[in-house]
């Protein structure tokens, strides 16, 4: 089993950034797919963001695509998501995923965690 716990969200002006961290427990999940995902008020959860293949892979929704980066830490056990010039239509609950899969299709990962808000203001 691994739990995780999501943290760095906020409330943030158009143009700036915020780091989410996603801290794992239970078990190492170095070599776990990992993905970000966000649900805005009335619209479904979208995915943004995947590391797979342990670690060597990363994948991005067109619509954050230069404007985000996934990373992780194994030596700390926590993923992170790097965010840039931020924007209001990326104000949402962002939740982190992980699965003992090299690669995951769409959102189908084992572990999530309970999420954190980014709220951005223009």
């Known amino acids: 089993q691994v739990q995780l716990v999501e943290s760095g969200g906020g409330l943030v002006q158009a143009g700036g950034s915020l780091r989410l961290s996603c801290a794992a427990s239970g078990r190492s999940f170095s070599t776990y797919a990992m993905g970000w995902f966000r649900q805005a008020p009335g619209k479904e959860r979208e995915f943004v963001a995947a590391?797979?293949?342990?670690?060597?892979?990363?994948n991005y929704a067109d619509s954050v695509k230069g404007r985000f980066t996934i990373s992780r830490d194994n030596a700390k056990n926590t993923g992170y998501l790097q965010m840039n010039s931020l924007k209001p239509e990326d104000t949402a609950v962002y939740y982190c995923a992980a699965d003992p899969r090299a690669v995951v299709a769409g959102d189908a990962y084992n572990y999530w965690g309970q999420g954190t808000q980014v709220t951005v203001s223009s």
């Open positions: 590391l797979f293949w342990f670690g060597r892979t990363t």
